[in-house]
Structures are given as structure tokens and as C-alpha cells.
Nanobody
């Protein structure tokens, strides 16, 4: 499956953005899809994960209550709704997919488990 992100942009603090991740050539059925973000010089960190098979979700503590990950009914797209954005949320966001389902939540955001990555989309939040 190929992964294509869209929806980044600029917003003021407290505002909202929705990122989209589209599956090209397939659907996300049978995959877990996660959103990661990476600041310059920092490691890529996961913020939200959706198991497209059973619909379960998992969030990093830093975004709980503000970000929501979901998919369309056809499982062709996965979305990240970001509300109450903060300047600290500014960075490049990546969508990634994997057909491997780790047993433990501690492994949910391991970069090496994800085989398919998008090109990234910039999110900028101004204060």
C-alpha cells in the first residue's frame, strides 16, 4: 500500500486542522495506521494509532483529548483531527502503515515496525 498525506497548514494557537492519509493502490483494511511527528534533529514520535481491523485507537499522552484518529467506512483514508492546537505541535507530520500487530502498547509507535510511510506534511501553529 502507498500512503499519501495531505491537510497540513498554518493555524493560530487554539485552532484546528485535519490531516488526511490516503491509501493508494489498496485500502487500509488489515493494517494499523499511525501518525508520527518529527521536529528537526529529533526522533520521529508517534502521536496516534488506529487499528483499521478492529477500530481500536491509541494516543500519546501529549495529544490525548485534543487529537482524534479515525477512518472512512471504506478504510481508504485515515484522518487526524487536531483541535486546540499549541505552538509545540508545530512540526512535520507523517502517516505510516503496518500489517504487523504488536502485542504490547509500548511497541505501537516503534518506527521500525512500519513499512509504508508518507512524504510528510507541515503543521505550523502560531502563538
Amino acid at each position: 500500500v502507498q500512503v499519501v498525506e495531505s491537510g497540513g497548514g498554518s493555524v493560530q494557537a487554539g485552532g484546528s486542522l485535519r490531516l488526511s492519509c490516503a491509501a493508494s493502490g489498496s485500502t487500509f483494511d488489515g493494517y494499523a495506521v499511525a501518525w508520527f511527528r518529527q521536529a528537526p534533529g529529533m526522533e520521529r514520535k508517534g502521536v496516534a494509532r488506529l487499528n483499521c481491523t478492529d477500530g481500536s485507537t491509541y494516543y500519546a499522552d501529549s495529544v490525548k483529548g485534543r487529537f482524534t484518529i479515525s477512518s472512512d467506512s471504506a478504510k481508504r483514508s485515515v484522518y487526524l483531527q487536531m483541535n486546540n492546537l499549541e505552538p509545540e505541535d508545530s512540526t512535520v507530520y507523517y502517516c505510516a502503515a503496518t500489517d504487523f500487530a504488536p502485542q504490547y502498547k509500548a511497541s505501537f509507535f516503534l518506527n521500525r515496525l512500519y513499512d509504508y510511510w508518507g512524504q510528510g506534511t507541515q503543521v505550523t501553529v502560531s502563538s
